[in-house]
């Protein structure tokens, strides 16, 4: 449900609605905007249904909320969600970008790689400690010791980390190690992970799955956020299709969809979407003018010696490049890298 509040709303009205909607055991969440203010409430909507609402002072009128997601969606918060990590905000005007290896292989490689996207522009380090493979005969990643690592290369460079939890029992060791923690696009219903979740102090990026819709993506956003954690950022990786000559089918699409649906930021990832080096720089300009509000890029000084994906991962070299271009498309798009 939607309380739409009066334009010359006051303050002590405003707390006096929060009260009384606390007071009915529902949790109100005020979002002050430019044009109106709003509180949006989660819980039993009978009980609201039942509350003469429309005569309390202050408010304008109330409203259901139409989406199965609620808290998620552009209904219940129209201004847009930034999430600040390490002193950078995500979902504001500058297009943060992510990089590192796929995975987490040794402390030398992590920090040579941490420092060399660093110098070339990258906001934070990615890297798997806790890998999901298709295959239990390949490198499942070095797991506490990877977060070790990844620690370690934060001190060195000052870099906020990126890691990729899989299992609901070592949530609160990611949350201790790094500051966003990954979902990958496996475990996008993996309900019981996604509660515990919502206790985790990090934001959480959340990867679309190979076949959820986008109802279904924000369904599991909610469920993040109505277990508590209000910092989610969304992360388009492809999806799967009829199509074989990319890993996935890149649905650049959806950046515009979600930007219109949700108020949370929106990433990509084109490495893990087009599965091969040369096609990574092309989409992840088509992604910052489609409005992504960041990119996860796999980069590697020497790509080839990459235990996991190393042909999707680019070069420092090219990393170089593709942040120089990704420049002058968001200055198009009035926003900054
Ligand atoms: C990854 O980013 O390392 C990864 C495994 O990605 P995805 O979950 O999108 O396949
Ligand atoms: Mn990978």
Same mark, same amino acid.
Request: proline residues 4%; glycine residues 10%.
């Given at each position: 449900?939607?309380?739409?509040?009066?334009?010359?709303?006051?303050?002590?009205?405003?707390? =006096?609605?929060?009260?009384?909607?606390?007071?009915?055991?529902?949790?109100?969440?005020?979002?002050?905007?430019?044009?109106?203010?709003?509180?949006?409430?989660i819980?039993?909507?009978?009980?609201?249904?039942?509350?003469?609402?429309?005569?309390?002072?202050?408010?304008?009128?109330?409203?259901?909320?139409?989406?199965p997601y609620k808290m998620a969606?552009?209904?219940?918060?129209?201004?847009?969600?930034?999430?600040?990590?390490?002193?950078?905000?995500?979902?504001?005007?500058?297009?943060?970008?992510?990089?590192?290896?796929?995975?987490?292989?040794?402390?030398?490689?992590?920090?040579?790689?941490?420092?060399?996207?660093?110098?070339?522009?990258?906001?934070?380090?990615?890297?798997?400690?806790?890998?999901?493979?298709?295959?239990?005969?390949?490198? @499942?990643?070095?797991?506490?010791?990877?977060?070790?690592?990844?620690?370690?290369?934060?001190?060195?460079?000052?870099?906020?980390?990126?890691?990729?939890?899989?299992?609901v029992?070592?949530v609160?060791?990611?949350?201790?190690?790094?500051?966003?923690? @990954?979902v990958?696009?496996?475990n996008i219903q993996n309900f019981d992970l996604l509660k515990e979740l919502g206790k985790a102090?990090?934001?959480i990026?959340l990867?679309?799955g190979?076949?959820t819709?986008?109802e279904e993506y924000l369904m599991s956003v909610e469920y993040i956020l109505s277990h508590g954690n209000e910092n989610v950022?969304l992360?388009?990786?492809?999806?799967?299709?009829?199509?074989?000559?990319?890993?996935?089918?890149?649905?650049?699409?959806?950046?515009?969809?979600?930007?219109?649906?949700? =108020?949370l930021?929106?990433?990509?990832?084109?490495?893990?979407?087009?599965?091969?080096?040369?096609?990574?720089?092309?989409?992840?300009?088509?992604?910052?003018?489609?409005?992504?509000?960041?990119?996860?890029?796999?980069? =590697?000084?020497?790509?080839?010696?990459?235990?996991?994906?190393?042909? @999707?991962?680019?070069?420092?070299?090219?990393?170089?490049?593709?942040?120089?271009?990704?420049?002058?498309?968001?200055?198009?798009?009035?926003?900054?890298?």
């Open positions: 449900m939607i309380i739409v509040l009066k334009p010359n709303v006051k303050k002590e009205e405003i707390d =006096h609605i929060m009260e009384k909607i606390t007071a009915l055991g529902l949790k109100p969440y005020l979002s002050a905007g430019e044009q109106a203010s709003i509180i949006g409430v819980g039993d909507e009978t009980i609201l249904r039942e509350q003469p609402l429309e005569a309390i002072s202050g408010v304008e009128r109330v409203m259901p909320v139409l989406k969606s552009r209904e219940f918060k129209a201004k847009k969600t930034e999430i600040t990590v390490r002193g950078n905000t995500i979902g504001g005007t500058n297009v943060v970008v992510i990089a590192g290896p796929c995975t987490v292989e040794n402390e030398e490689d992590t920090i040579r790689i941490a420092r060399g996207v660093k110098e070339r522009g990258a906001t934070f380090l990615r890297g798997g400690a806790f890998k999901p493979r298709t295959s239990p005969y390949s490198f @499942q990643g070095l797991g506490k010791k990877g977060l070790e690592i990844l620690a370690a290369a934060r001190e060195e460079t000052g870099l906020g980390i990126c890691t990729e939890v899989m299992d029992r070592n609160a060791l990611v949350d201790e190690y790094t500051d966003i923690i @990954q990958g696009a496996r102090s990090k934001p990026l990867k679309r190979f076949s819709t986008i950022m992360c388009l990786r492809g999806i799967r299709t009829f199509e074989q000559a990319t890993r996935n089918t890149f649905d650049v699409g959806s950046i515009p969809v979600l930007n219109g649906l949700t =108020h930021p929106v990433l990509v990832d084109p490495s893990h979407a087009m599965g091969k080096r040369e096609l990574v720089a092309p989409m992840s300009l088509a992604s910052v003018a489609a409005g992504a509000d960041g990119l996860i890029i796999e980069a =590697h000084y020497d790509p080839e010696i990459a235990k996991v994906d190393g042909g @999707q991962t680019i070069s420092l070299e090219a990393f170089a490049d593709l942040m120089t271009q990704m420049r002058r498309i968001a200055e198009c798009v009035g926003r900054t890298l």
